[in-house]
């Protein structure tokens, strides 16, 4: 081989190894599973809160109606964000939910909210450190800001379910 060729050849392996040959590598890979399962957790909260919104009853109703719908804006838009991010990455959006658990108990759905918006919380740390890994600082400062709506939402769940009379 050439010195012309062997230095074209020597270009082409870096620019592969550099674009990982147009298939996201191994850590990579990684973060796009974290987000699927964050995708995936999105939908869970926008399906159950439609549904909690539409099962809740006695004379709080109307209350509890307004504040479930109230979250299904913020859970739309962190689901957008994720989808966007995950095609940015090479990757391909799941389609489904996380197995969604519903009630006719009032309580208990404010129950099952409070535990996915902590797991969430938890679970957008974890990215957020992976992110940072891999040298992805937008991404990281982004799912902060969902840790804090996340928090948020737990916090205000918390609320309600203090001192909540059964
Ligand atoms: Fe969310
Ligand atoms: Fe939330």
Redesign the pocket.
Known sequence: MGKGARKEKERNEAREAESGNGKPKGDVRELIAGLNEDLS??FN?IISYRLFASMCSGPYRQELRQFFESEIP??LA??MFLADKIVAFGGTPITGPAPVQITTDNHRMLEIALKAERD?VRRYTERAEQAAALGEVALKVRLED?IV??TH?AEEIDRILTNWKT
């Open positions: 957790w999105e909260a913020d859970e962190h689901a969430t969902l709506d996340e939402h």
